[in-house]
């Protein structure tokens, strides 16, 4: 389940899509009752019946065609079911079939624990049960359903690299396909899947992200064949066939169209900015969208903010949301104007502007400064892999009052055998002269452990620096020789299993806002006298995947860089501030710089090198950094 932290009642969504263009018809949502449904699939049939499910409450609930109420239809714990994931409507079978699974064991009761996950038939007519097939074995999570061309349901296992078949008229499950490269990461392993027209079985992965092909002949399972797809996808779930395509949710925020050519996936992002969504359903034109907003249940770093879900005030609910899918066609999601980058390890990390427009881009793959001219189509290297001292370069500042360029080095030979000048083990940050290229600083961060990320220059005219190995913001004063640990707090600390602190940027009001990385959450620093004086916690009006690079675009507005594939903007007010996604579907952004009225994204691609699955495998080449038109300043 997504680690993000989400708003604080999930919903499901619906949406309209004319000529990739958004134009709402009908409800644009339907609530559900109650502060716990925690919607984990939903289903529909022919003629518009919705169904939900609910993981924290069980039972389904139904919102019947054209109305805008959805009501309990299924009770909680009904012919012996716990908390409810997949639904699927078999209208030929006349069945609602439902995946239940006993979380007693995680704190959730409805009915009574018994460790079983199975499979359920309810009549689509009456609601009554009909079939009851536990799975045979364990460990066991009946997550999602498909109906297959022979009748049957087929059910992914996500605690076990299982697809289980239901046979019409039977009364037990059999493994129809199993195979060991498919066992479950942390994250969680199977999940959606769908039949397409060639017959064949479309599977994701939600922790991993992947997308697998599974030949039948026969009704056999044949061949695994894992899918490329045309950019990283996160926390993939649901999905359901729609013509000759597929609708697939992903659990970061997004509702995209997948069209697969042999052994590739297009993936076109349709909708963004979902809390969690979970599952997703066809009606006609329109597509109906869970907000499930499972972390809150399943991280347990969300305790607290589930224990205030309790006490929500009268009115909260969740919800479903539509979409209009009509004239969908695929295209590619990033800009169109994009600079290529020399070479095939430039895994760029960070990118900077200067006032003329010149664009410096630092690689983190082979080292070294490339540079664009203003209004130049071509990124040629300007400063050279590990010059004055370098390694892999992460973050990039122009500071035009100084004619420097500041660079944040990071020996990466130890962790990642990537090797540049030379292996010392240090974390510096570099002074390069803005006209020449020559250098002419180099301090080291001091301390272990240490990574220079990313920098910003306060109204003091002097260098901050964010440590991401430790929840520390560095100074160095104009002239200054040595780092100051300006800011730190044992709150802030990276978590085990991801990276800390990262981009940065003072705001006009003089207070410092920066993020991290892994946790996605936003802070600001509070300045008094050039002194930090403490921090307080930003809510979101939505998650942010992989918070990296800021950079400040007004008054109160800053563009940021989320990893999982966006570049945004956010606007503070108070202590909230509002999110925007200006432009989704990169592979990995890294980075952004703005010159006039165009924000530059660099394209990273970090997972090849920090990924051990993906460490064999080539990223696309060439890399790129890609134009966005940014709207009128505010």
């Known amino acids: 389940m997504p680690r993000l932290w989400p708003r ?42 919705l169904y939900a499910s609910s993981l924290a409450t069980g039972g ?21 079911t716990h908390s409810t994931f997949g639904v699927l409507a078999d209208e030929k079978a006349g069945l609602l079939w439902v995946c239940s699974n006993d979380l007693s064991a995680r704190g959730l009761n409805v009915g009574t624990a018994d460790g079983v996950s199975a499979l359920f038939g309810f ?163 329109t597509a109906w969208v869970s907000e499930g907003q499972l972390s809150l249940l399943s991280d347990p770093d969300k305790k607290p903010a589930f224990s205030r879900l309790r006490g929500a005030p009268a009115g909260a609910a969740m919800i479903l949301r539509t979409l209009i899918l009509a004239g969908l066609s695929v295209g590619t999601a990033v800009a169109q104007t994009s600079i290529p980058l020399p070479g095939e390890r430039s895994f760029p990390e960070n990118i900077a502007s200067s006032q003329d427009g010149t664009v410096y881009v630092g690689s ?52 990642l055998g990537v090797t540049i000048g030379g292996s010392d083990g240090v974390s510096a940050l570099k002074g390069f002269d803005l006209k020449t290229g020559e250098g002419k600083m180099s301090i080291a961060l001091a301390g272990k452990p240490a990574l220079c990320n990313d920098i910003t220059i306060g109204p003091d005219g002097a260098a ?50 920066v993020d991290r990385y892994t946790p996605g959450d936003l802070y600001r620093i509070n300045v008094k006298g050039g002194k930090a004086t403490g921090f307080t916690k930003l809510t979101q009006s939505r998650p942010l995947v992989l918070a990296d690079a800021i950079r400040r675009a007004g008054k109160d507005r800053f563009l940021i860089v989320e990893g999982g594939g966006r570049l945004s903007s956010f606007t503070v007010q108070g202590d909230k501030v509002t999110v925007e996604t200006l432009k989704d579907g990169f592979v990995t952004p890294t980075g952004v710089a703005i010159v006039s009225n165009t924000a530059w994204v660099s ?28 709207p009128e300043p505010r």
């Open 60 to 80: 389904i609930y139904r919102i019947l065609p054209h109305s805008t109420e959805a009501q309990m239809w299924i009770e909680p714990a009904a012919f012996g």
């Open 364 to 415: 983190l793959g082979a080292g070294g400064v490339y540079r664009i001219e203003p209004h130049g189509k071509e990124a040629r290297q300007w400063i050279k892999p590990g010059a004055f001292g370098t390694h892999s370069i992460f973050g990039l500042l122009v500071d035009d009052k100084t004619n420097t360029l500041w660079a944040c080095s990071n020996d990466l030979s130890a962790g």
């Open 123 to 285: 009549d689509l007519n009456t609601g009554a049960g009909k079939v009851s097939a536990p799975f045979p074995s364990k460990p066991s999570t009946c997550n999602d359903i498909a109906i297959g061309p022979d009748g049957a349901a087929y059910v992914t296992n996500t605690a076990a690299p299982q697809i289980l078949r239901l046979a019409r008229g039977a009364k037990e499950l059999e493994v129809w396909f199993t195979d060991p490269s498919l066992q479950p990461e942390k994250g969680g392993g199977l999940d959606g899947l769908a039949f397409g027209p060639d017959g064949n079985l479309y599977v994701n992965t939600v922790g991993p992200g992947e997308l697998y092909r599974i030949d039948v002949k026969k009704g056999k399972a044949t061949k695994l064949t894992r899918l490329t797809p045309s950019r990283p996808l996160f926390r993939t779930d649901g999905m359901r066939r729609y013509g000759k395509n597929f609708l697939l949710i992903e659990g970061q925020g997004r509702l995209d169209l997948m069209t697969v050519h042999g052994d590739s996936a297009s993936v076109e992002t349709l909708k963004d900015g979902y809390v969690i969504p979970t599952g997703v359903t066809s009606v006609g034109r």
């Open 464 to 513: 901050y620096v964010t440590n991401t190995l430790a929840p520390q913001i560095l100074r160095l004063a104009p002239g200054a020789k040595e780092f100051e640990v300006w800011f730190t707090d044992p709150s802030l600390q990276p978590p085990k299993s991801g990276a800390g602190l990262d981009g940065l940027a003072f705001a006009a009001d003089g207070n410092l806002y």
């Open 8 to 49: 604080l009642f999930p919903a499901l969504v619906a949406f309209t899509l004319t000529c990739r263009a958004f134009a709402a018809t009908g409800p644009e949502s339907i609530p559900l009752p109650g502060d716990r449904a925690f919607p984990e699939s939903i289903t529909s049939a022919r003629d518009g019946t």
């Open 603 to 630: 394209e990273g691609q970090l997972e090849y090198v920090f990924d051990p699955s993906k460490k064999s495998q080539k990223p696309h080449l060439p890399f790129h950094i890609y134009s966005v038109s940014l």
